[in-house]
């Protein structure tokens, strides 16, 4: 199975930057997406990596270490509508072949405060 | 371009009533899924179809079935609503293949079991 860990809730500052961490166990790693909900709101995608090392765009950029299990958000120049919930999900190959499964994270709040 | 659409937004059930939640998606995508979303269980997967005509079990199928009689649609159905089954429910699509094929969500139905 897969197990994937991220803080519950985070808070930070606008303007400033924040990282949201996420590591996971799984089988047949096959890539790692972030998104982001508003509260009430669908999840929107942010990012995807399947390969080590750094993807940007914009004011977030993504982060994967696929040997150490581990992935991270960072968000720059916070401002208020960044608060939301980034949810972490990874994709792994089936033993069986086909289907490819996606299982995601609880989910991390973070509240940006003026 | 709609996107994913589900319907309904809200509902109220008493326990032991049937439903039907429909999603309908107009990119073309192979994959459709039904997830449920739970305060502090993150998204879990209920269902998926890898195409039309195709369907499978994910991580909570019990007490739901699904039909992919047509490509752009994915039903979903409870044919006994019980408390427990209070949610909120996203259909979500994506291509299924290659490699970077982050999942669409619809705006979610509130389901409420009484």
């Known amino acids: 199975g897969q197990n994937i860990d991220q803080p519950t809730e985070m808070t930070a500052t606008e303007g400033a930057i924040v990282q949201i961490n996420c590591t996971y166990q799984?089988?047949?790693?096959?890539?790692l997406f972030w998104y982001q909900q508003h509260a009430g709101e669908a999840p929107t995608f942010l990012s995807y990596n399947v390969l080590d090392g750094l993807e940007e765009k914009g004011r977030f950029s993504s982060f994967l270490s696929r040997s150490k299990g581990y992935s991270y958000l960072l968000l720059k120049e916070l401002q208020m509508k960044d608060s939301a919930s980034y949810l972490c999900a990874v994709r792994a190959r089936s033993e069986k072949g086909g289907y490819q499964k996606v299982t995601f994270g609880t989910g991390t709040k973070l509240q940006v405060i003026p | 371009n709609a996107g994913v659409t589900q319907t309904p937004k809200f509902r109220v059930l008493k326990t032991g009533q049937s439903m039907t939640l429909l999603c309908a998606q107009d990119m073309n995508h192979e994959y459709m899924y039904w997830y449920r979303q739970d305060p502090g269980m993150g998204l879990r997967l209920i269902h998926y179809s890898v195409g039309e005509g195709t369907t499978a079990k994910g991580e909570v199928p019990d007490g739901y079935n699904v039909s992919r009689l047509k490509k752009q649609n994915f039903l979903l159905g409870l044919e006994s609503a019980a408390p427990s089954q209070t949610s909120v429910y996203f259909c979500a699509s994506n291509r299924g293949t290659p490699a970077r094929t982050e999942a669409f969500f619809g705006q979610g139905t509130r389901l409420t079991v009484v």
């Open positions: 799984t089988s047949g790693f096959n890539g």
